[in-house]
């Protein structure tokens, strides 16, 4: 039975456990509230993971860079693109969430809203100050974001500038991201638990509109996916490389198709690498370079899902966001998207930091981690597609392209 369960794919588990949840919930009634604390498990063991996680990634991602000064015109190129469309992403689904509020109508007075913190105002002088922590132990035990990243950031350059001298520091922090992945995965192995009992009580506790704001959700974050793709990463195709639109999502279909099935940019890397080299001609070392960087930090997908579901969040418990918060949520989203580590789930790890900062409750992880893995799915094909296309338009405007040995992926 054990090894019937395992030979499951993971997203099939979940899928079927949110349908059963669902159908729990209408049955049960509040009832369902009892098997609650199953979910509570795993959102705490996602909690769990959030610090060391985080600190690890960014801190790994950074130091294997190496000399910042040898990337050269690959490098800041690759960065600058990255950087950008992520900023856009996120402006995108801070956007949708905006107009088309789809938590906007949902009673949630049934909902412990213990954790809600009260607002505070804060001036522009109070929220540089914060960002440097005083204590890098007490930033860490109260999962502040912005201080944890900004030390983290340090730490990874610290590490590059050292040279050789700071090599075992950086071994230390590969092995430990390396680790931290394989736990996150232990953790996500709860998720078709969580997710059928956390279906259960959305569907028996909150009713018919609940479910009605989950599907909105899960719609605007395939609307949101699909306009990454169908605007930013056709324009930099189109305008950047230069290259047939048609030609390069036929070079790029396998991985799109991988990444879609298993949720997960690590995993996809190999796939990713022969289509850009094979399919679309880039030479070994570039793709090699960006494809490996943009699978790190590279997470457009990612980005864009956590504005949206950090307004969302917010409409649910009727937070008032000011515009400071909507700059501070694009800010930590692209930063919160490197650091995600590239394996399905880690968009939830993302969400603690995310919505702490900007005082949305952490019940709102309860709330969408149900319908958490459908969404994710499409978001790592973006981040996949995001990954070659940037690829793409580095190798054109540095090294150029082999167009005569570009291949189809129906030749493969």
Not at 44 to 70: N, Q
Not at 161 to 187: C, H, N, W, Y
Not at 314 to 334: H, K, N, P, R
Not at 372 to 383: K, L, V
Request: proline share 4%; net charge negative; glycine share 10%.
């Amino acid at each position: 039975m054990l090894r019937f369960w395992f030979n499951v794919p993971l997203w099939q588990r979940v899928v079927a456990a949110l349908v059963l949840g669902v159908i729990t919930g209408i049955f049960l009634g509040p009832e369902a509230e009892s098997i609650k604390w199953i979910g509570d498990f795993f959102i705490k063991a996602i909690k769990m993971l959030v610090v060391p996680l985080i600190f690890v990634s960014i801190v790994g991602g950074v130091a294997s860079v190496g000399d910042l000064r040898k990337l050269g015109e690959v490098g800041w190129r690759a960065v600058l693109l990255f950087v950008v469309t992520g900023q856009a992403a996120v402006w995108l689904g801070l956007a949708l969430g905006t107009f088309f509020a789809p938590g906007v109508g949902v009673d949630t007075s049934a909902i412990q809203q213990g954790t809600i913190p009260e607002p505070s105002e804060t001036s522009a002088v109070d929220m540089i100050l914060s960002i440097v922590p005083e204590s890098p132990i007490q930033v860490m035990a109260d999962a502040q974001v912005l201080p944890l990243i900004v030390f983290a950031l340090l730490i990874g350059i610290g590490t590059v500038m050292a040279g050789e001298e700071g090599g075992p520091v950086v071994r230390v922090f590969d092995s430990g991201a390396a680790v931290m992945q394989k736990v996150t995965l232990i953790v996500m192995e709860l998720t078709p638990f969580g997710v059928f009992a956390l279906m259960a009580w959305v569907a028996g506790t909150l009713g018919q509109d609940a479910l009605f704001a989950l599907a909105k959700l899960v719609a605007l974050n395939y609307l949101g996916c699909l306009l990454i793709i169908g605007v930013m990463y056709v324009s930099i195709i189109r305008f950047l490389a230069k290259l047939p639109i048609h030609d390069f999502f036929r070079g790029i279909i396998d991985a799109i198709a991988v990444a879609y099935s298993t949720a997960s940019s690590s995993a996809t890397l190999p796939v990713t690498l022969r289509c850009t080299q094979r399919n679309l001609g880039v030479s070994r070392p570039t793709s090699s370079f960006v494809v490996s960087l943009g699978a790190t930090i590279n997470m457009d997908g990612t980005a864009m899902y956590l504005g949206l579901a950090t307004l969302f969040g917010a409409q649910l418990f009727g937070i008032d966001l000011s515009f400071g918060d909507y700059v501070l949520v694009s800010v930590l989203a692209t930063l919160g998207s490197v650091g995600a580590a590239g394996i399905p789930g880690a968009g939830l790890i993302m969400m603690a930091l995310v919505f702490g900062a900007v005082g949305v409750p952490l019940e709102t992880i309860a709330f969408v981690a149900g319908v958490d893995r459908i969404m994710d799915m499409m978001r790592t094909a973006t981040n996949v597609t995001g990954d070659a296309a940037v690829t793409t338009a580095v190798a054109v405007m540095t090294d150029g392209i082999d167009r005569e040995e570009m291949i189809s992926a129906d030749d493969v």
